[in-house]
């Protein structure tokens, strides 16, 4: 079989970059090869009642299949350079914000119309956040929300599939130079393998460690990159209502006084849950909100998070994440949760005392003492950043505000990729999370807007 190009992988940033390709060249013959299922059929079987952990299925409806780790997600479109990936090194600033407002026509195009666009700019808590230590990254962001996320990927699946060839549970073991370009293997079979003029990888986080793999056979140059751990915050909605109902969701950044590390919010979800998070077996915690308010809470959810970079001589930053989670995992069965008074006062959090507290937790997890997994320095990074939220925010250092931990956001290597995107190979690109350049719906889906971009122009000029 002889494509034009070869998409691996049907997250944002394979999805997007079909999408473009069947826009602006609608002559190529193009593939999509995705390892999960279609949308309508991911189903983690975790129901809360007969299965209430992760079994570790084959692969993972949460991560994996059509919409890929985005198909269940809040839906943040965060249209800015500051965070989300440094998509900008490559392309450019004022590229990479124009394809991420693009991507944004698209998503409102198909079923996001009714959705809101927040934004920082001019906003009065630029200012109360300075004053407090306190400094507010500008960006704007769609909510498409759960709901509405799930139909945006429905349309435009709907609309391409006549167009684009989707094959679903089809794992790509292996990607291979062949003098035309690149065959593309998929099973156990001699047979089992398709060849393509271009092929664009872009795997995500689930895909990491096959990325590698890909890199070390083809010998294209990596990087390590940096992992992010710390806690999610619960609390009562109202508390942060002033900021959540003006901007949905802000990125604050607090400079610690102590050891000069940055910690951030991260992931902010308004009315929203906090859920559960499993990465190759490690049980971790995440959180997302509703646009529908039928199913919002009175809670409101968000991260706080350290970045830690290792090179030299251990380089494994994900390891380190990994080890910490796991030690979570031991110690709790799963995610911990304890209230900010007990981790100040250094005890741990019984079931009582969460019961009497005035944050009705949105997750079943075991109360236990945060302190007995992460790290000193960034546990007391987080103590004084949420006092210092405290200042714009009165009430997020109440003794009942709920930290759930640990919350780890891994990141894959960063593979090396020019300003096309494309790898030291001629017609291998590599796109979205899985390139380490990304980590957002809206960067990764830029990406692939990219690269489509290139591969239609390559063929005009070609034809002229
Ligand atoms: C619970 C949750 C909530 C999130 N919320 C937000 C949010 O609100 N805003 C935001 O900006 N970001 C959010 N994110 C992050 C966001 O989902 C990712 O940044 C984004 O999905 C990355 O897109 P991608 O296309 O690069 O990779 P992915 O979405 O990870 O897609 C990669 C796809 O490749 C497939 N694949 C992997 N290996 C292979 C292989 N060998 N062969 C074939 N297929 C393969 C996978 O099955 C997967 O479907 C969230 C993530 C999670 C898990």
């Known amino acids: 079989m002889k494509y034009d190009v070869i998409i691996v992988g049907a997250g944002p940033g394979g999805i997007f970059s079909a999408y473009e390709l069947m826009k602006k060249a609608p002559d190529l013959r193009v593939a999509v090869f995705e390892a999960g299922y279609p949308l309508e059929k991911r189903r983690c079987p975790i129901d809360g009642k007969k299965v209430k952990s992760c079994v570790k299925c084959k692969v993972c409806a949460i991560m994996s299949g059509f919409g890929g780790a985005g198909a269940f997600s809040d839906g943040k479109y965060n249209i800015t ?11 450019g600033r004022h590229e990479a914000i124009e394809l991420m407002e693009y991507v944004d026509e698209i998503n409102v195009s198909h079923g996001g119309g009714g959705t809101r666009k927040f934004s920082t700019a001019g ?3 630029k ?15 769609r909510h498409l929300g759960t709901d509405i996320n799930y139909i945006v990927l429905e349309n435009l699946y709907n609309e391409m599939k006549d167009h684009i060839e989707f094959r679903f549970r089809t794992s790509v073991e292996h990607v291979e130079a062949i003098p035309d370009g690149y065959r593309v293997r998929y099973g156990d079979g001699e047979e089992d393998y398709a060849d393509c003029a271009k092929c664009i990888i872009s795997v995500g986080r689930s895909g990491s460690k096959w990325m590698e793999t890909v890199c070390r056979e083809l010998d294209i140059p990596t990087a390590s990159n940096r992992v992010d751990l710390g806690v999610r915050v619960e609390l009562p909605a ?8 003006e901007l949905y969701e802000s990125k604050i950044v607090y400079r610690t006084e102590k050891f000069e590390d940055n910690v951030r919010t991260f992931c902010m979800n ?6 559960n998070e499993n990465t190759n077996g490690i049980v971790t915690v995440n959180g997302h909100s509703y646009e ?8 409101t959810n968000f991260a706080l998070l350290v970045a830690k970079h290792f090179s030299e001589p251990f380089k494994d930053s994900n390891g380190y994440g990994e080890s910490i989670a796991r030690l979570s995992n031991m110690l709790g069965g799963g995610v911990i949760v304890q209230r900010f008074g007990d981790l100040v006062r250094g005890r741990r959090s019984n079931v009582k005392r969460i019961e009497e507290g005035m944050v009705q937790p949105t997750l079943a997890a075991t109360p236990g003492d945060l302190s007995l997994v992460l790290p000193k320095r960034i546990l007391d990074g ?3 950043m949420i006092y210092a939220l405290d200042k714009i925010a009165p009430g997020t250092a109440n003794d009942d505000t709920l930290l759930y931990g640990v919350e780890v956001k891994f990141y894959n290597m960063e593979v090396e990729i020019d300003e096309n995107l494309e790898s030291r190979h001629k017609g291998l690109y590599i796109i979205g999370d899985g390139s380490g350049v990304t980590h957002s719906l ?3 889906s830029a990406s692939g807007i990219h690269v489509a971009r290139r591969i239609a122009q390559e063929g005009k000029s070609r034809r002229q």
């Open 81 to 91: 350079n500051d965070f989300g990936g440094t998509l900008y090194q490559h392309i």
């Open 123 to 125: 906003t009065k808590f």
């Open 127 to 141: 200012k109360i956040c300075m004053q407090n230590k306190l400094k507010l990254l500008d960006a704007s962001v």
């Open 238 to 245: 109202v508390i942060f209502s002033d900021l959540t109902d």
């Open 270 to 275: 308004p009315n929203g849950i906090v859920v």
């Open 292 to 299: 529908g308010s039928e199913r919002q809470t009175e809670n």
């Open 382 to 384: 987080i103590i004084e």
């Open 442 to 444: 809206s960067h990764a």
